[in-house]
């Protein structure tokens, strides 16, 4: 009876709305019968743009007390305080040069009142509001003008040239078209025209090793033998197999009864031991650093793996898992490359798409005083010098991306960020030190005696962590 009544009450309701349409059309002339289509708003956003690095100057601090002594051996004279009328502005007692120090005697109101002083001993003008002199000026690079704080962001703050006869400014309103100049003087907003520098405020230190810490995990209880784990890596790990397939594997060929929820436990326990050896080893690196990310899926969420390269010793340098693909996350894969430097080469250059996150990445590094240079392979096709030349590296890490994608596919994404890490962790330990590669001749990427020595994967996988376990038991002892 329910639905009769259900039926019934729509097919009214139905009714209603014609007869209202109907009214409302003869009322306003303008038919209501047709809804009106709600198309997309297709507002073209403005691409960020990375420009150079901005010119840095530093005050140099100054004591008041060795300026007045040397004006007293020049001019045969002491330089006398202030002398102030009954009208000047009064100056705070409070108050000292930032630069030299001196007390509020030998200071300035230089406008008024309006809060610029200036002082008699240093010849320096600041305001009260920023009494506490800047350690750094930043100028423009095409102009030499300082730059203005406009924005606070969270990680960051944005300076910009506000200067009209700046080159850069000039160049770039006078490269516009005719059709770009009435856009622009509509939508200023849509258009980069002056110089804008970042200035970034993260909580990271980079080039800072962390201690290794032993695991938690003793894989000397684990209920199998050695052997047996280093088989269930090999399929698992060398082969790209799933960790149902290797369990099925293991029942099938082997005989051992075992879960596919303990080879993902014995996953883990093997990645916490082998990832600060894999992290600290020495290697002997070229210089030919390439960088990209590729996708991979956690927890039903897309996520980034940071992959940069030895493009001459096919040696895998960092390969963090990030949430998101920002400038944050190139920064830690940048630092876990040049940690594992013994010395950062004056030539040092990373080549990577196009990406502007890595442009920032590398303004960051500049204000640690840490330098190198970033290349831009942009698009499919070499429409610039630069992509002309360095392309073949960029290709190179691309088809390290397919080689990680063919082991990953099986997985078919991971549960937690700590599964995902566990498995990357497991990739580059077989990639630099089990894997060969045909470009080294048939040799693996990182050549280990100890492990050259043993013909077969499962007992290199085992040699592998018995060294990782020793070279932690040394580290922390």
């Known amino acids: 009876m329910y639905p009769h009544i259900i039926t019934y009450l729509l097919t009214f309701i139905n009714y209603q709305e014609q007869i209202i349409r109907t009214l409302l059309t003869l009322l306003t002339g303008k038919s209501l019968f047709n809804k009106p289509e709600e198309t ?27 300026l007045l002594q040397e004006f007293l051996e020049t001019n045969g004279k002491p330089l006398k305080p202030v002398k102030r009328r009954k009208t000047s502005t009064p100056v705070p007692t409070s108050l000292n040069c930032p630069r030299c120090g001196a007390p509020s005697d030998y200071l300035y109101a230089n406008n008024g009142g309006k809060g610029q002083y200036q002082c008699k001993v240093c010849q320096c003008l600041f305001s009260k509001k920023n009494r506490f002199l800047k350690e750094l000026i930043l100028k423009c690079p095409h102009c030499s003008k300082s730059l203005e704080k ?39 907003q849509a258009f980069k025209v002056r110089y804008i520098y970042r200035e970034f405020r993260i909580d990271y230190k980079p080039l800072s090793k962390e201690s290794p ?33 290797t369990a099925a594997l293991m029942k099938d060929v082997h005989g051992i009864h075992i879960s596919h929820q303990t080879i993902l436990n014995y996953e883990k326990s093997v990645a916490l031991t082998l990832k600060p050896y894999i992290d600290y080893y020495p290697y002997e690196l070229s210089g030919q650093f390439c960088g990209d990310e590729t996708y991979i899926r956690v927890n039903g969420r897309w996520h980034y793996l940071f992959f940069f390269f030895d493009a001459v010793k096919k040696i895998i340098l960092s390969y963090p898992v990030s949430p998101n693909r920002d400038t944050v996350s190139a920064i830690r894969a940048i630092d876990e490359a040049l940690v594992k430097m013994k010395k950062i080469p004056e030539d040092l250059t990373f080549i990577v798409d196009g990406n502007p996150i890595y442009l920032l990445a590398q303004h960051f590094f500049a204000q640690h ?26 290709q190179i890490i691309e088809r390290l991306n397919r080689t990680f994608k063919g082991n990953y596919r099986s997985t078919h994404g991971f549960g937690s960020e700590n599964g995902s890490v566990a498995f ?51 580290q922390t002892a």
């Open 40 to 66: 997309p708003v297709n507002k073209p956003y403005r691409k960020l743009q990375v420009d150079d690095l901005p010119m840095i100057e530093t005050y140099e601090k100054l004591d008041y007390q060795l």
């Open 150 to 188: 406009i924005k606070e962001r969270k990680y960051f703050n944005v300076y910009k040239c506000k200067n009209n006869n700046c080159s850069y400014y000039k160049n770039k309103i006078n490269g516009m078209s005719k059709k770009e100049k009435k856009q622009f003087k509509k939508d200023p």
């Open 213 to 245: 810490k032993k695991p938690k995990v003793d894989l000397s209880r684990i209920y199998v033998s050695s052997h047996t784990l280093g088989l269930i890596l090999t399929y698992h790990v060398n082969y790209g197999l799933s960790a149902r397939k």
């Open 369 to 394: 005083d840490i330098w190198f240079d970033v290349k831009q392979v942009i698009g499919l096709t070499n429409e610039d010098p630069i992509s002309a030349e360095y392309r073949p590296l960029k």
């Open 424 to 474: 990357v962790t497991l990739f580059v330990a077989y990639f630099n030190f089990l894997r060969p590669h045909s470009a080294l001749e048939g040799k693996v990427p990182v050549v280990n005696p100890a492990l050259e020595k043993i013909t077969t994967m499962p007992g290199r996988w085992t040699k592998l962590i018995e060294l990782a376990q020793q070279w932690i038991i040394e």
